[in-house]
């Protein structure tokens, strides 16, 4: 940790004082189809197999990155940066791998008219070699697939899905069931899943897909406020004022960066948008809110993340929302002005970089929970000596969460290792 000036900046001194440097679309290629994730479902694979315990892989692809354990539509594919504008500035050269694991941390995610799909909004950092930042903004909502070539390769993956199925928890020879075996004795120790099924002539299938602002400051309502607006007009049976290239060009090329201590106001789709730039005399920007950090993790284990940060230990927040973990992580690197966190610093860890958790230094990273499930995977590095629970109920040593939905026993967590479970706050004004 280092004293010196807080966040907020990103691009050199000469950059030209645009508000946003790219607009970026990633999602799902058509051209190339359904490709698997290979590194990300590999190392949710291996997890998996750590949490039960050294029970041995039954399919030999799943080495290979498919993981056969989850239904086709809880499968990792990989997502790809289908359009971005402008194509290239020279001050903010653009990191087409960065952009595009960091819009969509998980892949694609396929859902059927049954699912939830409501918009998920998320702001991301990344971090160049030379220590400076540049901001994403990134609003993934679904959409349907017209592509009659992707639906079918759907329904291929569950025949054979359910073909797997079929022979692995056919009734045995000696009518034992399944259930009645010890691990080794030929089945597997996992199930594997024969629900959330796909049937092309009833079932409509939608993908994820995202809209991105690349910025050089952390404007995040401002952001937000404009990704909204564009898929409110894309999504709307009206047609908006004017065509939507038009809104873009405007924020990409029309808009500039409010000198500092001043506020801009411009038009977006629907509505004015409003940002603020501190002036040099005040303190940095900062455009999260700390309310909701409080609201979430409770005074207390503020306070106890705080001190983890400044004792520079290895912090490790887990939730279900991206945002949560993005608005947790800038709020405590914040607090620490005029200090700066000088380690390791990925608010939002993608899948395939869950190797970045044994880093032997200290560091601040987000990781993504699927679900109340998902918990008894999470693999934390080994030298364990103490157990913590840390969360919105209760806070220290061997006690448990006490709230519902949260974690019932406490998980040993070491020393070094602090893990704030951001979930389950029924209080919290942001969850989506």
């Known amino acids: 940790m280092s004293g010196g000036g807080g966040g907020g900046g990103g691009g050199g001194g000469s950059a030209p004082s645009r508000f946003a440097d790219y607009f970026v679309i990633c999602g799902l290629d058509t051209e190339t189809g359904l490709e698997?994730?290979?590194?990300?479902?590999?190392?949710?694979?291996?997890?998996?197999?750590?949490?039960?315990?050294?029970?041995?892989?039954?399919?030999?692809?799943?080495?290979?990155?498919?993981?056969f354990e989850q239904t086709p539509l809880r499968r990792t594919f990989k997502s790809k940066v289908l359009a971005r504008y402008p194509e290239n500035v020279d001050w903010n050269p653009f990191d087409q791998d960065a952009v595009g694991m960091l819009c969509m941390p998980k892949g694609l995610a396929f859902k059927t008219q049954a699912d939830p799909r409501e918009p998920q909004f998320h702001a991301f950092i990344i971090t160049r070699e030379d220590g400076s930042r540049t901001f994403g903004f990134s609003l993934t909502f679904y959409e349907e697939v017209t592509s009659k070539q992707i639906c079918s390769a759907m329904q291929t993956?569950?025949?054979?899905?359910?073909?797997?199925?079929?022979?692995?928890?056919?009734?045995?020879?000696?009518?034992?069931?399944?259930?009645?075996?010890?691990?080794?004795?030929?089945?597997?120790?996992?199930?594997?899943?024969?629900?959330?099924?796909?049937?092309?002539?009833?079932?409509?299938?939608?993908?994820?897909?995202?809209?991105?602002?690349?910025?050089?400051?952390?404007?995040?309502?401002?952001?937000?406020?404009?990704?909204?607006?564009?898929?409110?007009?894309?999504?709307?049976?009206?047609?908006?004022?004017?065509?939507?290239?038009?809104?873009?060009?405007?924020?990409?090329?029309?808009?500039?960066?409010?000198?500092?201590?001043?506020?801009?106001?411009?038009?977006?789709?629907?509505?004015?948008?409003?940002?603020?730039?501190?002036?040099?005399?005040?303190?940095?920007?900062?455009?999260?809110?700390?309310?909701?950090?409080?609201?979430?993790?409770?005074?207390?284990?503020?306070?106890?993340?705080?001190?983890?940060?400044l004792l520079e230990f290895q912090i490790l927040l887990y939730s279900q929302h991206y945002q949560r973990l993005m608005t947790v992580a800038e709020t405590i690197t914040a607090l620490m002005f005029p200090f700066q966190w000088q380690?390791?610093?990925?608010?939002?860890?993608?899948?395939?970089?869950?190797?970045?958790?044994?880093?032997?230094?200290?560091?601040?990273?987000?990781?993504?929970?699927?679900?109340?499930?998902?918990?008894?995977?999470l693999?934390?590095?080994?030298?364990?000596?103490?157990?913590?629970?840390?969360?919105?109920g209760a806070c220290g040593p061997d006690t448990g969460f006490g709230r519902e939905g949260l974690w019932d026993e406490p998980r040993v967590v070491s020393p070094s290792l602090f893990s704030f479970i951001l979930e389950n706050t029924n209080n919290f004004p942001g969850k989506k």
């Open 36 to 67: 698997p994730d290979e590194l990300s479902a590999l190392c949710q694979y291996i997890q998996a197999s750590k949490a039960r315990d050294g029970a041995s892989p039954f399919l030999s692809s799943t080495t290979e990155g498919e993981n």
């Open 157 to 309: 993956l569950y025949h054979m899905h359910n073909a797997e199925y079929d022979v692995l928890y056919a009734p045995l020879a000696d009518g034992r069931d399944h259930s009645d075996m010890e691990d080794g004795e030929g089945t597997p120790g996992t199930k594997l899943q024969r629900f959330n099924s796909y049937d092309i002539s009833r079932d409509t299938l939608y993908v994820s897909k995202c809209i991105c602002l690349i910025t050089p400051m952390s404007f995040m309502k401002a952001c937000r406020s404009v990704l909204e607006q564009l898929h409110q007009a894309v999504t709307s049976p009206q047609p908006p004022p004017l065509p939507l290239e038009s809104y873009i060009y405007n924020v990409l090329y029309e808009v500039p960066l409010p000198p500092p201590g001043r506020s801009l106001k411009f038009s977006g789709v629907y509505g004015p948008i409003v940002c603020q730039r501190p002036s040099t005399n005040e303190l940095p920007l900062f455009d999260f809110p700390v309310k909701e950090v409080f609201e979430l993790l409770g005074v207390e284990n503020v306070f106890q993340l705080f001190t983890c940060a």
């Open 343 to 377: 380690h390791v610093y990925v608010p939002i860890l993608p899948a395939s970089l869950l190797h970045f958790l044994d880093a032997p230094v200290p560091y601040l990273m987000g990781l993504h929970s699927n679900g109340l499930d998902d918990r008894s995977k």
């Open 379 to 392: 693999e934390l590095p080994q030298e364990v000596r103490k157990t913590w629970s840390l969360g919105a």
